[in-house]
Nanobody, 129 residues
Framework: QVQLVESGGGSVQAGGSLRLACAAS????????MGWFRQAPGKEREGVAT???????DYADSVKGRFTVSRDNAENTVYLQMNSLKPDDTAMYYC???????????????????????WGQGTQVTVSS
């Protein structure tokens, strides 16, 4: 069983930054596709960013150029650096793993969330104007 634990959420003003972390059990973060998703109240969960086993990253159009996903294999942790935050970024952010697959589907795919089989509990990000 894979366990994922997110941290780093909080409240910031527009234009600020936050860094989310996702600590994974076993060697999940280093071996498999990892994704970040978010869900705002009343909205569907949407893909934000992905990083595959080979370090290839991909982003939703709404965060491209502002968010950066990275991975520390030694710590088995995936990060999401979020800069230039906007009120529209307010959501619960989730980390997910796509086991046992090394590559990731596009986070822009409407069905992306169904490709992941392990999820963290989420961390809240609130951006005020």
């Amino acid at each position: 069983q894979v366990q994922l634990v997110e941290s780093g959420g909080g409240s910031v003003q527009a234009g600020g930054s936050l860094r989310l972390a996702c600590a994974a059990s076993k060697s999940t973060a280093a071996r498999y596709c990892m994704g970040w998703f978010r869900q705002a109240p009343g909205k569907e969960r949407e893909g934000v960013a992905t990083i595959d086993r080979y370090g290839t990253t991909d982003y939703a159009d709404s965060v491209k150029g502002r968010f950066t996903v990275s991975r520390d294999n030694a710590e088995n942790t995936v990060y999401l650096q979020m800069n230039s935050l906007k009120p529209d970024d307010t959501a619960m952010y989730y980390c997910a793993a796509r086991v046992p697959f090394a590559t990731c589907p596009s986070p822009r795919s409407l069905s992306a969330r169904s490709d992941y089989n392990f999820w963290g509990q989420g961390t809240q990000v609130t951006v005020s104007s």
